[in-house]
């Protein structure tokens, strides 16, 4: 039986992954959206299991020296955030396909230990309308969002590391291309896609 290969979709923060991947699993419902731990607080609206797997340092801590982490990053800020071994499990055994939403460095262990992960990266058309949407949300301090921001410019160097490349100018162009992208991967590895 054919390996479903993973698709990990990364960029800057403000490109418009989440949209994008919303979208995609709207139109694509055999892909499952891998929840990751993290060490950061919970936002207003957010549930543990649903958005994320909200941890302790500790449990984090507990959790790497296990080696439950399939990859793992640590912001400047000191939040910690990671994708558990066994999320990807759980989604292969139900006979989904595993769609993981990662930052680059995440992105790349997952390219170098999943043999036919397929990454993405996704950006916005400059770097001007990339601050704009990270600002319009909102959900940053001034101070997280010019960290967010400086981070943004060195994520934008690696992007020629990524199997694809997006640019998120038009949203729906930009969800056919990803779809594309991901049903494409899917034939190649002998996996059949329901178009």
Not at 12 to 35: C, F, H, N, Q, Y
Not at 45 to 65: N, P, T, V
Not at 68 to 86: A, K, M, P, Y
């Amino acid at each position: 039986m054919p390996r479903k290969p993973v698709f990990v979709v990364t960029g800057t923060s403000g490109a418009g992954k989440g949209t994008l991947e919303r979208r995609l699993l709207e139109r694509m419902p055999e892909l499952e959206l891998a929840i990751s731990a993290t060490t950061r607080d919970r936002r207003e609206g957010e549930q543990d299991g649903r958005e994320y797997w909200f941890i302790s340092q500790d449990e984090f801590d507990r959790k790497l020296a296990a080696g439950d982490f399939l990859e793992h990053i640590v912001f400047e800020w000191g939040q910690r955030s990671g994708t558990l071994r066994s999320e990807i499990d759980r989604i292969l055994q139900a006979g989904r396909i595993p769609l993981l939403d990662l930052e680059t460095e995440g992105a790349l262990a997952v390219a170098e230990s999943v043999p036919g992960g397929v990454t993405i990266f996704v950006k916005a058309p400059s770097f001007e309308e990339n601050e704009r949407r990270l600002r319009e949300r909102a959900t940053e301090s001034e101070g997280e969002i010019e960290e967010r921001l400086e981070l943004a410019r060195r994520q934008l160097e690696q992007e020629h590391l990524f199997d694809h490349v997006i640019e998120n100018d038009d949203l729906e162009r930009s969800v056919d291309e990803l779809e594309e992208i991901v049903r494409g991967s899917l034939a190649a590895a002998g996996t059949v896609s329901k178009p």
